[in-house]
């Protein structure tokens, strides 16, 4: 009898230390995990892949998977393969929430790429701010993104950078004088740079149009008869590639002759409006035409992955896919704090250019390029850097 209750006694003990093991090791926010104790490092990725914008989702997550299929091949990192969990937001910031959470909590990832539009990102920053999750966004360009958020990372330049490239670009390159700005007053991104190009143009030349128009917008005219009255130089347009597409149909039909300058959010608009954006200009991240060795391996193996070229936005997602891969290999553990320190301390050298992160996350000292749009081919017309 003694014996049966002493047994009983273990067994109970060993249940009750079992049980306590268990709620230390639960996710405290802290993401606490040893290397040696994760069988797959995962990371997460989200963005449209469907809806408006899915060229842009799409690509990054395309891009993604090509990088970690890189670095599994190559023996993952520290000898642990890397496992995608990836999600279509279908740029909508609710779903973009409820991804983030199931990446955290039902995916239990170590680090999380995205998001892909700035509107998502912005959508999930407290959130990641609170968890301290370890985000990298390849190609979320609103300023905002990372003002104190020490957890949060980016891959691309600023919206105000490229925005001030645009006009550096039409000032110096195109000789303009005077510029006429319609722009989505119901995006922060759009606005955002429009104001941006404004302040940046007006210090030598001259804006005389500043005309938002609504996201549902379909009818352009009243904004470019405005334009058509002021004769502007030229039209800076900051918006994304299926609304640009719309509106420079329309610029054509009402015989507008100025040249239009565009942002990275045009990338992808000669596929469906080649004939509509021919001659017109666009600041991006990278160009296809570049000869360097990293830039057309990359394309080259995205062409034989997928069958088709990548966008700029692929480019920044596959550079994010590595430059996380290269701060989890030098991290102490795969805590999220640990991580975190070591995404601080990258320098990276891909695709889009080196990518060094400064004291707010934001990735210092990138160059644009200067694409003009060419037969629905990018041409390399200049390379701007922004003071």
Known sequence: MKRKA???????????????????????GSGDEGAAEADTIKIGVF??????VAA????????????????????????TEVEIFDYDTQADSTEAINIYNRL?????VHAIIGGTISSETLAVKELAIADNMPMLTPTGTAAEITVDAPSIFRACY????????????ALDSLGAETAAILYNSDDAYSSGIAEAFRDAFNESGEVTVFEGYTANSVDYSAELTTVQNENPDIIFLPDYYQTVGSIATQIRDMGLEQTVVGVDGWDSVEIDYAEQVEGYYFVNHFAKTDPSEVVQNFIQAFQDE??????ALGALGYDSMHVMAEAISNASSLSR????????????DGVTGTIKFDEQGDAAEKNI???????????????????
Do not use: W
């Not at 060993?14 to 405290?28: K, W």
């Not at 955290?104 to 239990?108: A, E, S």
């Open 56 to 79: 842009y989702g799409s690509a990054v997550v395309e891009s993604v998977k090509l990088a970690a299929a890189e670095i599994n091949e190559a023996g993952g990192i520290n000898g």
């Open 6 to 28: 002493m047994s009983l006694l273990l067994v109970l003990i060993l249940a009750a230390s079992v049980f306590a093991f268990s709620a230390c090791s639960g996710d405290d």
């Open 369 to 387: 390029s200067i694409i003009k749009l060419v037969d629905g081919e990018h041409v390399l017309e200049d390379t701007v850097s922004v003071e």
């Open 306 to 311: 997928y069958g088709s070229e990548p966008n």
């Open 104 to 108: 955290k909590d039902q995916d239990q």
């Open 47 to 52: 963005g449209p892949t469907t809806g408006p």
């Open 158 to 169: 600023l919206d105000p950078y490229q925005g001030k490239a645009a006009a550096q670009f």
């Open 337 to 348: 704090e640990d991580i975190v320190a070591a995404l601080s301390e990258v320098e990276y």
